[in-house]
């Protein structure tokens, strides 16, 4: 079972494969466009590593929230890949993959980055006692000085350094990591290898980023304590 990842939901790229729990590569780079480069660096991780597309199990791509232009990328790339290749996509969302970097510090966290227009995606998980990440809510598109005065208590994590600072000028209070952390593939591979083997594939014709627009979105009728 070979599970190739693309992540492309931030400035920086990361791409990975696993064989099981063996990693063939991880790969990142932090560029601007680096999203059409991602066919590029496949092909070269591929053949660096004495592979072919078809020996491909399935591919694993996470889903966002951000930027549009790269998560565009990355999925357009994936289902052509699955439809020529006759592969399944599993389909996740970046977020997870951010907790999982500081699931360790805190029982309770709290996943922000910049939506622009004074608003940001948010999310939180429980560490639960085995150690993995339940989401407590859906990925959500809200203000800032709400989110934080309602999740004051939990441990706040981002790769956005002005959300970072921004928060900590209206909470000062609030435990907020204070490094950037990127969304990157190989939790979500990780992740991926239980759904790959329940067969929780995505469906082809449905697959989309995780699109969060203001219209469909109001804060006024956001509810974030809703469990999924």
């Known amino acids: 079972m070979i599970l190739l990842g693309i992540e492309s939901s931030s400035e920086s790229i990361s791409l990975g494969a696993m064989d099981n729990n063996e990693v063939i590569f991880n790969f990142r780079r932090k560029l601007k466009r680096g999203a059409s480069k991602i066919i590029g660096y496949l092909n070269a991780l591929l053949e660096k590593n004495s592979l072919r597309w078809e020996d ?26 699955s439809a020529a290749l006759g592969k399944p996509v599993i389909s996740l969302g ?4 951010i907790a999982e970097g500081v699931k360790n510090l805190a029982p309770r966290i709290a996943v922000v980055t910049d939506a622009r227009r004074k608003l940001i995606y948010a999310v939180t998980f429980k560490v639960k006692k085995d150690g993995s990440l339940k989401k407590e809510n859906q990925e959500r598109l809200c203000s800032l000085k709400d989110f934080s005065e309602r999740f004051k208590d939990y441990f706040f994590v981002s790769y956005d350094s002005n959300i970072r600072e ?7 209070k609030i435990k907020f990591y204070r490094k950037d952390v990127y969304p990157e593939i ?13 067969k929780r594939f995505s469906s082809l014709d449905k697959l989309e980023p995780l699109y969060i627009y203001p219209k469909d979105c109001q804060i006024r009728n956001i509810h974030l304590s809703d469990k999924i």
Do not use: H, M, Q, W
Request: some cysteine; hydrophobic content about 40%.
């Open 166 to 172: 921004e928060t900590k000028r209206i909470f000062p």
């Open 94 to 97: 970046s977020f997870y993959s």
């Open 186 to 198: 190989l939790p979500l591979l990780n992740r991926a290898k239980d759904y790959y083997k329940i």
């Open 56 to 81: 491909i199990s399935c591919f694993v791509v996470g889903s966002g929230p951000g930027s549009f232009t790269s998560l565009r990328i990355s999925f357009s790339i994936v289902k052509g890949l």
